[in-house]
């Protein structure tokens, strides 16, 4: 019996994929097809796959050439595969030409011909019309945001405003897009915004945008009061619009995993979290001089923020601030300390006091560690009271990760906001709530 093995992701399943199945079948007895996870798909840089992994399974069972699927989830699955299966030939479309053929020494490859003009990035663009994102702000990060969205299917970076022509005019130079200094003309030319600017005038850009049926990704942090976040989602869900607050790390896939695995009772019930995040900023940048809006804590406070909420929930007992400052009275290092019902944790943050930037995970069976930077989640372990007794963890994470929370963005436009799990509305009024608080108790 001739064993025949071929792998994909078999996204809108489509007549390429048909009649690669079909001829795959027909050279050998038995067919066995890998259908990729969404993790996988991540991990190898394809976004934005639409189908679940269910219903691609489902659509390469209906063709009734597979005699067995089975679920590829790593890089290097194929080669055991091909051992575990006793596989006599490895096929796949001559878009991979080339590609597999170390496999040659365990198997037989064959490359089939791919049907020209079908692909489900071709499907996935008709599906859902490119979306022409306008971009508020010229900073670093609207710099990062345009090479990011560059690797996401879908979104077309159109335009930039900035309320100074010649900064607007700048930064379009330099990514070929349009500038704007009129919003009004701005809004004319995009379909969904990204708001990069100053965090003191998210609130501001967020309700216009709103206003103009736009549709808002928002850097963190995404308003400075609790009741402001609160009107914003409540002005996004009644226009029928999608709000959400781009802290990246809440869509990368380590971070992800690294939840559930937090969440699954290896380290028993969860009592401490420590997070921290340090950066060691130019004392000129705007973050070390902004007397109102500058200081560690905003700046990275979202971010040691999530994991706690994540973990713990939103509703604390207790939450107190400590911080070391400079000359002009700008939070250089911020703990922060929250007390919830079940444990405790810290949020550490700093711009000018340089730390380990770990997450620390205790439990009552053991404890997780995820090494600097955390926020860019690649790897983690867990540890137990046995110390030779360690498992280890690793996750793809791709360029600068916004690539992520774009995608993510997207998905949520397509299903109308349906999933919000990964930073939900409550957790980002709870930060919300919590940067208002220290601004009060900090600054007054
Ligand atoms: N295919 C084809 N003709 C098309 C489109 C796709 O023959 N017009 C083939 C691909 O070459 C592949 C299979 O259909 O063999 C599945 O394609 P995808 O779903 O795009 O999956 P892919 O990313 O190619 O997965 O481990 C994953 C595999 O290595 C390949």
């Not at 795959?24 to 969404?38: P, Q, S």
């Not at 089975?70 to 590609?99: A, L, M, P, R």
């Not at 701005?186 to 103009?212: C, G, Q, R």
């Not at 997070?275 to 973050?287: G, I, M, Q, Y």
């Amino acid at each position: 019996m001739i064993k025949v093995i071929t792998y994909g992701t078999f996204d809108l399943f489509h007549e390429g994929h048909y009649r690669l199945l079909q001829r795959a079948k027909a050279l050998g007895d038995y067919l066995i097809v890998g259908v990729t996870t969404e993790s996988f798909d991540k991990a190898r840089g394809k976004l934005g796959v639409i189908d679940s992994l269910m219903t691609r399974i489902e659509n390469v069972k209906k063709t009734g050439f597979a005699d067995e699927i089975i679920i590829e989830e790593s890089v290097g699955q194929k080669f055991s595969d091909i051992k575990k299966y006793n596989i006599d030939i490895f096929t796949v479309g001559s878009d991979w030409i080339g590609k597999f053929d170390y496999i040659n020494d365990y198997c037989k490859v064959v490359y089939l011909e791919r049907t020209k003009n079908i692909s489900s990035t071709m499907l996935r663009e008709q599906k859902r019309h490119i979306q022409r994102i306008g971009i508020i702000g010229t900073g670093r990060i609207a710099n990062r945001f345009v090479v990011e969205a560059r690797s996401v299917s879908g979104v077309n970076v159109q335009s930039v405003y900035n309320p100074h022509p010649n900064s607007a005019a700048k930064f379009s130079e330099k990514w070929d897009i349009n500038p704007y200094s009129d919003l009004e003309e701005f809004y004319k030319d995009v379909d969904v915004i990204y708001i990069a600017s100053p965090h003191e005038t998210h609130y501001e850009y967020i309700k216009t945008s709103l206003e103009h049926g736009k549709h808002v990704l928002c850097e963190k942090p995404m308003v400075l009061k609790k009741s402001e976040a609160e009107e914003v989602f409540a002005y996004a869900k009644e226009k029928d619009l999608i709000l959400m607050e781009g802290i990246k790390t809440a869509y990368c896939p380590g971070f992800h995993r690294l939840l559930g695995v937090a969440h699954s009772g290896k380290i028993g019930s969860i009592r401490n979290v420590e997070a921290c995040f340090t950066k060691l900023e130019d004392p000129k940048h705007r973050e070390l001089i902004d007397t109102n809006y500058g200081g560690s804590f905003l700046e990275l406070g979202s971010y040691v923020m999530l994991p706690i909420f994540k973990l713990f929930g939103e509703e604390y007992e207790d939450l107190r601030f400590d911080t070391i400052k400079s000359e002009n009275g700008i939070d250089i290092f911020t703990k922060a300390s929250f007390k919830f019902s079940t444990g405790l944790a810290t949020a550490t943050c700093g711009l000018g006091v340089k730390s380990e930037g770990r997450l620390l995970i205790s439990g009552t069976k053991g404890y997780i560690i995820v090494t600097a930077p955390w926020w860019k989640t690649t790897y983690f372990e867990v540890h137990y009271e046995n110390p030779g007794e360690v498992e280890k963890y690793s996750e793809t994470f791709l360029g600068d990760g916004l690539r992520y929370e774009i995608n993510d963005f997207l998905m949520q436009l397509t299903n109308r906001g349906v999933n919000d799990f990964k930073l939900t509305r409550s957790e980002s009024i709870a930060m919300s709530s919590a940067m208002e608080y220290f601004l009060k108790d900090q600054r007054g």
